[in-house]
């Protein structure tokens, strides 16, 4: 009987029919995937923990392994603890003069450390220990106050700044050069020399402590973060942003300002290492809290030069605090940058 076209090709040969066709095709994928996933296997393990993760997530893992960061977050953290609870640490009040009788600084005659006074009395026969760590309370409240006043101000004048010059066209350009050409001239003038300028205008005082160093670093933060704007503002999802048709000012606070705040967070820890110093430095030079009955380390400083040659340990306990603070944060910061920096990281 002849055979049908449909049933051969035209050499002759049968075609395959739809089941057959099928089923090579399923055992042709099933030999490509078992290809790939050799291939797989052969580049490395897969971490399917660590799928996924951001670049908060990311840095977190790297700082937890940083040696660096480690040691800056102790150091923090037990100065947090201290000045956090100042009153309960401190076995003596820092204004009473208890010892008043035993101490002489006319002649020279100091009391060091002993079991009842850990560092020791200062010249009006108060307990060192117990000012250290009231000070610290009152170094901690002057340093987070200023950063918080300069990354305020200073990331509501780059944050407008750095939305003008990235969405706002002709007119944004404009707002971008006034601002920035304020920002230039609070730079050009040293921070500590306009946090004393500031100072010296308001009074000497607590509050023109925190109000002097914050305005000092407010450049800092500014420019920092309109840098950062402006280069996202030339991201792939800015552009995809703009091409939806999404309104500017959206971009700008909703994609823009969060991708932005990285390096400005990681700025605000260095520069509360920055503050304390600096606030130390006004403290020192009398434009502090001219009440003893909060004392800082700053004017506890300024107190003891008279007596650097008779009782030098008055000036090293509040220098060494000042200087393993400032340490402390400013190492954490710098993990902190080499863990979100890509450029950075190790």
Known sequence: MPTTPSAHNPEGSPVPDAESAGTGGTALLGRKAAKIDRLAELMGPRDEGTHGAGIWRTAFSRLRRSPMAITGAIIVAGFVVVALFAPLLAPYAPTAQTWGDEVFPNQNIFVGPRAENWLGLDNLGRDQFSRMVIGARQTLLVGVVATLVGFGVGALLGGTAGAAATLGGRWGRTIDNAIMRVIDMMLALPTLLLAVTVAALIGPSLTTVMLAVGIAQVPIFARLLRGAMISQGNRDYVLAARALGVRKHKIALTHILPNSLGPVIVQSTL??????IDAAALSYLGLG??????????TMLADAQRFLSSAPQLAVYPALAIIVTALG???LGEAMREALDPKLRK
């Open 329 to 331: 944060f400013t190492l």
């Open 289 to 298: 809290n001219p009440d003893p009955s909060f004392p800082e380390w700053g």
């Open 271 to 276: 520069t509360l290492a920055t503050a304390i």
